[in-house]
Nanobody, 126 residues
Framework: QVQLVESGGGLVQAGGSLRLSCAAS????????MGWFRQAPGKEREFVAA????????NYADSVKGRFTIDRDNAENTGYLQMNSLKPEDTAVYYC???????????????????WGQGTQVTVSS
């Protein structure tokens, strides 16, 4: 498994930006697809974005399309989620996750991912 640690969360006003990072340990990061998920209080964990192992294919939830950008740097074993034009409804704990196997960026269900970070809180004030 890949060990993942998120950072970059915080408190921001509506319309602001944050950049989340996901640092991975191990030599296998470049061979796994990566996803970002979020979970608000009282709600289920939901898909935000995913990227394949090469970084050539990405996928976004409709709610963040055009505002969020997922990226990765395999040389640095790090994934990123750039979040712009943030809204109060984006408030949640954000998790990065990794998975092997097929589907690549098309894997949107949390159960398809086998490595998870501890999460980072993002709070957007109105």
């Amino acid at each position: 498994q890949v060990q993942l640690v998120e950072s970059g969360g915080g408190l921001v006003q509506a319309g602001g930006s944050l950049r989340l990072s996901c640092a991975a340990s191990g030599r296998t990061f470049s061979s796994v697809a990566m996803g970002w998920f979020r979970q608000a209080p009282g709600k289920e964990r939901e898909f935000v974005a995913a990227i394949n192992w090469r970084g050539s294919s990405v996928n976004y939830a409709d709610s963040v399309k055009g505002r969020f950008t997922i990226d990765r740097d395999n040389a640095e074993n790090t994934g990123y989620l750039q979040m712009n034009s943030l809204k109060p409804e984006d408030t949640a704990v954000y998790y990065c996750a990794a998975r092997r196997g097929g589907l690549g960026a098309a894997a949107t269900a949390p159960k398809l991912y086998d490595s998870w970070g501890q999460g980072t809180q993002v709070t957007v004030s109105s």
